[in-house]
């Protein structure tokens, strides 16, 4: 079985739930749920991560995927005993140490943009990754940030993981992330998050990068 909010959806399943107006695959789960009958099933436990997954897909409700029933689910899971204070916390606002210091170095030496500062896009080697002694999903989020500069309309991070770059795409407005992806870069996901990779070496992807960017006409000339 596979239940997937994602465009193009790969289909090797027996059942096969697709559906892209959802916010996350946790709101779809909730409604399989509930239309199955099994709403009083929902226990607290599961109200928690049912409510994270959507709200973790929608950034808290702050994106434009938000939609009356995402927050109608939200609500049904919070009167099912899910703390979103306690959830935004957690997703949030706890980083150690070393991942608060990497986003800072991320940003302060990484971060690039380009001319117009429409596009900004990070690139870390494996060896500066290897120095900040991250988790598994510490660097989640991080694309992110690049948002709160005015004018900003797509975000890139590339992160060397051992013989390939992992990366993701953001972007805002008609931008469309996913299709940039599956393009130039093996991936794809939503319209505005998307993901991709790179079998090139990091300078090799770059240039790539930058050559996609002015194919597709994203980088105004000024």
């Known amino acids: 079985m596979v239940i997937d909010h994602h465009q193009q959806p790969e289909d090797f399943a027996e059942l096969l739930f697709s559906n892209t107006a ?42 434009s995927n938000t939609t009356p029933n995402s927050l109608r689910a939200a609500a049904a899971l919070v009167e099912k005993g899910a ?10 606002n706890v980083f150690h140490v070393n991942r608060l ?11 690039e943009l380009s001319k117009d500062r429409r596009i900004a896009y990070m690139f870390l080697s494996k060896e500066e990754i290897k120095e900040y002694k991250l988790n598994s999903g510490d660097s989640e989020g991080l694309v992110n940030y690049p948002f709160k500069i ?49 079998l090139l070496g990091i300078e090799e992807t770059k240039k790539k990068f930058l050559k996609a960017l002015k194919s597709e006409k994203l980088i105004i000339e000024r």
Request: glycine content about 10%.
């Open 22 to 63: 959802y916010c996350a695959t946790a709101e779809m789960v909730f409604d399989i749920i509930c239309d199955l009958g099994g709403e009083d099933l929902i226990d607290d436990k599961m109200a928690e991560c049912l409510y994270t997954g959507i709200a973790a897909d929608n950034g808290f409700f702050q994106f």
């Open 83 to 92: 703390k979103p204070e306690y959830i935004s916390e957690k997703v949030n």
């Open 101 to 111: 210091r990497y986003y800072g170095y991320c940003l302060h030496k990484k971060m």
């Open 150 to 198: 005015e004018g900003v309309v797509m975000s890139c991070y590339f992160s060397e993981e051992n013989e390939k770059i992992k990366i993701s795409f953001r972007s805002r407005g008609d931008i469309d992330v996913n299709e940039f992806a599956r393009k130039y870069f093996e991936g794809g996901g939503h319209k505005n998050a998307a993901g991709g990779k790179s």
